[in-house]
């Protein structure tokens, strides 16, 4: 989220559009995600990033439609990412733990999609992929994650189409959308 860019589309200045977003952060309608970061790691994108809450508003706005998201996955992605992100601070809201929400992406673009840490400071990375195959390249992003925090690493998870967990190393795996209902 750059507020210059988005308030230059907008013909509003950079402050005012972050005023904006946070109002609509207020209200419950989206939610910035910050930046993970870590003293032993460098070359880290410093800048949030924006999840629509409601995704289903988020396509309206977008004007998708059901067969060009089927056609197109990359836009496709983008909705499933803003969904997951939304889905898992439901779960989170009635947590008696409580997470912290940030996302990690490095300049070469490896990224984890949502890094949640707690109190103790125990991290769980989560990558959202909109296909059912996953492969061992989707785990960059988790696995410099988990290099980077060390023993604080609890899991890294890939979430996609598909109806199994599958492991890809110590503490990685590729999981169903659906586990998100019934961890």
Known sequence: MNHSSFGAALGLSSITAQKYVAILERLFLVR??????NNRLSRLIKTPKLHFIDTGLLATLREE????LRENRTRFGALL???VVSELMKLASWSERRLSFSHYRTKDKD?????IEDRRGRIVGIEVKASATVKTDDFRGLRQLQD???DRFVRGLVLHDHDRITPFGEKLQAAPLSILWTM
């Open 32 to 37: 910035t995600l910050a930046p993970w970061s």
């Open 65 to 68: 439609e059901a067969d060009a």
């Open 81 to 83: 990412e803003s969904f």
């Open 111 to 115: 990224e984890v999609d949502v890094v």
């Open 148 to 150: 980077a925090v060390g």
